[in-house]
């Protein structure tokens, strides 16, 4: 779960780190209503779950109230690579001297946790990853001993931070890393961590995706759901507990496990169509979940054909056969459909299918076969 | 000959008592795994058709002689299931559970290879191991797999190991051990782990290797067959055509900052002499060709 900045602030705070004070506006005159509550001078930036805001204009300094209207009216609404800003976040402008950077991810390779930090902040760190690898100090911590305050000292003295700044980040990186791990989150990055001229260290942008796995155990991540961004197709996937991500082609793809429908994804694409999307509807494939898996795919303007690729596992052949039946009657599809079943009862399953085919319900013996006719169905429709 | 589990692993369920649990409990037992053993505290002295039930993993190890693991306990309880297994005194862990939080993967990960290094764990978010017509621990449907072997299989994804299991198998083509590492950020075995495994073992003849997108794990994989695999190995990489900055369904499996691309991954592996397949039917017809020429 990627959270906004504020979002990220606000999870900072409670981690004790130094954030701006702030609000969140949905409409303009929301941002100057909060802008008069916190006094200007203030930063008006633009919230979405992409990177890259300063220079698509995301990011303005508003001196004044007036300021403050004009530039909320140019942002909200603004597309910033795709994402269209709904929401600004007004904050205190801070006055800045130096400029760092700061993060903990997980490092896969090492099975640790990795901690970067630079004295050059307020860039892309992959820039600085390329341009200049001896500015990132990196510490890997092992999860079962956590980060000490030794450790901390060592690793900002490592990055060259300026005298000023040593007693401040180091409070901070311990603070960055409580909130990683008892937060539960995958990336808790700080860019730019800054440094003020009253010689405070100060957090001015936060970054923080949360380990959607974690919910259990923090109630309060439901309001982080709630504010993803997800297209109307992946919203109407994901309320009905499925695991979708939306694509630009016309071929709906539906598989049982993600190793399958990424690879069925694909192939469509190997024999020259486009997948609408990927969708894994796990491992059972009962007409309940099928029939919820067919909404979503036939509610999608783009789709021309469907593809459902099935392997059966445990789940035999004749319980997905007789699933894909009940769920056709349940749904009305407007697309062809081309099945492939393979795997254990497949006979037994596709025996089951046979009297139900025709041109609109397709049956193909092998995944290539079945995407081919997957593409040349969505293209026909597209004459 | 198998690598992991064999004729002789006896095993211990955690959550057998749940209903996940007892189906593929007793599924596994039909298939001919010694299931010699369930936990459950709150159901210790009871049995689930015939299996006792006892109330911690110690105690099943003391009283039947359990080597090896299963876990079935709900993401929430699985860092207390694995580190209880590794304490009970098994030298096996194979974790089914998906959902496990990544700090929870990466502390019991960590904590296992500190105080219990000669435990191996297997997931979590896995399908688990099969050596066919000898052991079969997790979700695999047993009957899809040949036993016997050349071929050995490690996957990252579920029913991609199926799907592979299968098209040996329609080949005439058997398998010595499979092993779905699943596809979490923190596997507790990798690639490297069972292929070394495979070189080693004598009956493995050559390996079939099923990856996907993120992290480096299929890169670091052809680091180690280039320099010590003397095994011919197919694989098939998928989520060729995965956007960035998407989970294809499985936690591990996204493509962020330009990392962990499908395409990366065949290339490291083509260089370090795998036959690449572009689908799992091709990388079968792959392996196929190398069972013919051995």
Redesign the interface.
Known sequence: MDLFEYQGKQFFAQYGMPVSAGEVALTVDEAVDAAERLGTPVMVKAQVHTGGRGKAGGIKFAATLDDVRTHASDILGLDIRGHVVGRVWIEKASDIADEYYASFTLDRSAKKHLGMLSAEGGVEIETVAVENPDAIAKVWVDPVDGLDEATARDWVAAANLPEAAVEGTVDVLLKLYAAYVDGDADLVEINPLILTPEGRIHVLDAKVTLDANSVFRHEDYAAYDETQTRDERETAAHARGLQYVGLDGSVGVIANGAGLAMSTVDVVNQVGGSPANFLDIGGGANAEVMAGALEVINNDPAVRSIFINIFGGITRGEEVANGIVEALERVAIDSPIVIRLDGTNADEGRTILEPHLSDVLQMAPTMLDAARRAVELAEGREV | MSIFVDAETRVVYQGLTGSQGRY?GL?NRDYGTRVVAGTNPRKAGTDVDGIPVFATVAEAVAETGATASCVFIP??GVHGAVIEAAEGGVEFIVAITE?????DE??F???LR?DHPHVRLLGPNCPGIISPGQCNIG???G??ALPGGPVGIV?????????AL?ELREKGIGCTTCVGIG?D??PGTSFIDCLAAFEADPDTKAVMM?G??G???EE?AAEFIATRMTKPISA?V??????PG????????IVS?GKGT?AAKMDALREAGVRVG????EAGELMAGIVAEL
Do not use: F
Request: glycine residues 14%; proline residues 7%.
């Open positions: 593929y599924l993401a929430a959902g496990v939080p990544a700090h990466a502390d990960y960590n904590r500190r979700i695999t449907a009957h899809i996957s990252r994804s579920g029913t991609l190991t199926y799907q299968y596809g950020p923190v099923i996907e997108i992290g480096s794990a670091e098939y998928a989520g060729v055509t995965a956007p998407k989970k294809m369904g499985h936690a591990g499996a900052g499908a572009l689908n799992p039917t």
